[in-house]
């Protein structure tokens, strides 16, 4: 690029640069436009290459307003200088980090540093900006642009949809506009380009969300009126057996699972923390429910389904006697806690079924012909039913999943889905600053992040407070897509990024909704950047009040 094609000149160079840091000072459009964080390029005249750069800091200067100078005692005495500075030199200085030198297919290291006197501008005069910065073209397999990088507009990322199954964290806190991140990037996972010799073709990665307030069900809707979206075969929306009316729209599956995939161990634990809540474990009942199960002859979806008293028959045999291995008051208390997980989970909610809607075929199914998959755990999806019970249907989906992709692996017929995790905390807790009792899905979701990625899993976690969540599963992220946290989390999320530029960590807690940085392995750029969230095609409307207007019906309705 020439000096000549240069349409938006925002600074120079001044002397003292380095490989790796250029100090600029603006011009009087820079200083309008520029901000802390910002992408930039420098043109070198001498060499004939451009460098990308990242704002890291913003000095003003004023020649009357310094330290120890002669009018020191005049603003000690509170004399206005208003109009004699005016008159003095103002001027902005910017720190700016050199992320690397502009070549043919993409940034290269900084060899030789900035002249002084060369000049900044923005990133958006840059012709071709798609592969001489990140290496990639237009409409190229496999990539996804997201939204803008912040201060630009028709600037979009690219993100990497191979290493998406690196797993992804998305973390924001409430009206920071995660959700409606989230939907913008199922949007852009439902038309994946992929070049042919022919042309260019788009395809959808197989996705389940686990939705915990609806706000995801605009695309369900979307589909059950158009019968599209994106490239995604069928939109399911999974609900419970109390589910209302209105969220039986097609295509609709009720949530069954079967017990048979959980050990002895696995389920007695859960029947027995069902019972408190989660907030009380007790082993000696633990180890009493686990004896009676592997000792009757039924699988377990078979036992709590139609062989239900056999169960208290056997737990009456094993406390009856003076060496009875269970105790009369630990039967008592077990008896208690299966009949309660008996009545809410088989016979109110209808849970567990002999041939479950989830299952292998299921996710050969949607996997197949891929499709999204949304489980409704919001109020109107799910009325009634319990967190733990939500927790027995993840813990369910999670082995499901892993021994059916493990499955797919082992006969050559590779696949990949997308598993999003709505409020993950509450199923893959820290427990050591949130005390939620969740063995039954932590476990399976641990092995997914430390494992699933060889087999095709893509773990994607969304959270209002990560540190909430277990730290080594958020470990094994690769990709994170930051809305403002809280000043809490702040501190937690330098740390799992590895830390990041002063210019950047600072709006952790002050990025306006619908901003965010992104980082890691889909970010081809190799640094945080600082993007604007896109534009969702289908509009979001879950979730939405109109308080005012309401309050105006009732009154208007009492007056008449």
């Known amino acids: 690029m020439g000096e000549d094609t240069i349409k938006s ?4 160079v001044l002397s003292g640069s380095t490989t790796s840091v250029a100090k600029i000072q603006l011009t009087d459009t820079g200083e309008q436009v520029v901000f802390e964080g910002m992408l930039v390029l420098i043109h070198s005249k001498k060499r004939g290459v451009e460098f990308l750069g990242r704002v890291d800091a913003l000095k003003p200067v004023n020649e009357f307003y310094q330290v120890g100078d002669p009018w020191s005692q005049a603003r ?3 004399i206005p200088l208003e109009g004699i500075a005016n008159l003095g030199r103002r001027y902005v200085v910017a720190e700016v980090s050199l992320l690397g030198a502009l070549r043919k297919n993409g940034l290269s290291d900084v060899r030789y540093p900035p002249e002084p006197g060369d ?16 290496g990639i073209k237009p409409h190229e397999s496999g990539y996804i642009w997201y939204g803008n990088i912040l201060g630009y507009k028709n600037l979009a990322l690219p993100l990497n949809v191979e290493n998406i199954t690196m797993h992804i964290g998305i973390f924001g806190i409430t009206g ?6 989230v ?3 199922l949007e852009l996972l439902s038309r994946i380009p992929y070049k042919t010799r022919k042309n260019i073709e788009y395809l959808a990665l197989p996705t389940i969300i686990i939705d915990a307030n609806g706000d995801y069900l605009d695309y369900h809707e979307y589909f059950s009126q158009k019968e599209e979206f994106g490239r995604f075969h069928t939109v399911y929306r999974m609900i419970f057996k109390n589910a209302s009316y209105r969220a039986r729209k097609w295509p609709f599956k009720e949530i069954t699972i079967d017990l048979d995939i959980f050990s002895p161990r696995e389920l007695a634990e859960f029947i027995i923390a069902y019972k408190t809540a989660g907030k009380e474990l007790t082993e000696l009942q633990v180890a009493g429910l686990e004896l009676a199960l592997k000792e009757l002859g039924y ?19 094993l406390s009856t006697g003076r060496n009875a291995p269970i105790h009369f008051s630990t039967k008592k208390a077990i008896i208690s806690a299966i009949t309660k997980f008996k009545n809410d989970v088989i016979d109110n909610h209808e849970l567990v079924v002999k041939n479950p809607s989830i299952d292998a075929k299921f996710i050969d199914e949607i996997t197949r012909k891929p499709s999204l998959v949304i489980f409704d755990f919001s109020a109107e999806g799910a009325p009634g039913v319990s967190a733990l019970e939500k927790q027995l249907v993840i813990a369910y989906l999670s082995r499901i999943l892993y021994k059916t992709f493990t499955d797919y692996k082992i006969n050559g017929d590779d696949r990949y889905l997308l598993f999003i995790i709505e409020e993950c905390q509450n199923y893959i807790p820290n427990t050591s600053n949130y005390p939620v009792h ?10 997914i992040a430390t494992q699933g990625r060889k087999f095709g899993i893509c773990l994607g976690l969304i959270s209002q407070r990560p540190a909430f969540v277990d730290p080594v599963v958020v470990s094994m992220l690769n990709t994170y897509i930051i809305h403002r946290v809280s000043p809490d989390d702040a501190s937690y999320i330098r740390k799992i990024s590895g830390g990041l530029p002063k210019s950047i960590e600072s709006k952790l807690t002050t990025l306006e909704r619908g901003k965010a940085i992104i980082m890691g392995q889909m970010n081809p750029l190799g640094y945080p950047v600082l993007v604007e969230v896109g534009k969702r095609s289908i509009e979001h409307k879950m979730g939405e009040t109109n308080v005012m207007g ?11």
């Not at 000049?119 to 990140?134: Q, T």
């Open 119 to 134: 000049r900044v501008y923005m990133i958006s005069d840059l012709e071709g900006y798609e592969e001489k910065i990140f």
């Open 76 to 78: 000690r005495e509170g």
């Open 550 to 560: 309401r309050l105006y019906s009732l009154y208007r309705g009492e007056k008449l």
């Open 176 to 181: 920071s506009g995660k959700s409606y991140g």
């Open 9 to 12: 000149h925002v600074g120079f």
């Open 183 to 185: 939907g913008y990037l």
């Open 438 to 447: 969740a063995t039954l899905t932590k476990d399976y979701l641990s092995l």
């Open 299 to 317: 699988s377990p979806t078979e036992l709590f389904t139609e062989h239900f008293n056999e169960i208290e028959f056997k737990l009456e045999e």
